[in-house]
């Protein structure tokens, strides 16, 4: 997907269009993670689609619970919806940076060749 070590470095155009598709992907998979969190938490444990919602975008962002939950189940599937999104949380932000990071690196293994 990108260029190899001993390839020029991308043109700005195509560094701003992997940046742009990054984003799509990382955005893709954020839309599918929350809209398994509103559905878990719409139908097992009997939040309606805006609290189902906020729990869910509350719960990926990392900022915790906002509603009470009762039964056993539904404290079950937030607990593991938590963990899982944090995950996805963690991967999405690597989907997002991995085009700037690999432009750094190349652009330091570019001034390494300059110098032998």
């Given amino acids: 997907m990108f260029e190899r070590k001993k ?3 991308a043109l700005r155009t195509v560094f701003i269009r992997r940046i742009i598709l990054s984003l799509i ?3 893709a998979l954020i839309l599918m993670v929350l809209s398994v969190g509103i559905a878990g938490y719409h139908w097992i444990a009997n939040l309606n689609f805006v609290d189902a919602l906020l729990e869910a975008s509350m719960i990926l962002g990392g900022m915790g ?3 009470l939950l009762t039964t056993n189940m539904a404290k079950i599937f937030a607990s593991l919806y938590a963990l899982f999104s ?3 949380f963690i991967g999405a932000l690597g989907i997002v940076f991995s085009p700037i990071v690999h432009r750094m690196l190349h652009n330091f293994h ?3 060749e300059d110098i032998e």
């Fill in 7 to 9: 390839d020029k470095i």
């Fill in 25 to 27: 992907l990382a955005g």
């Fill in 65 to 67: 619970p906002v509603s």
């Fill in 86 to 88: 944090g995950i996805v």
């Fill in 110 to 112: 570019l001034d390494e």
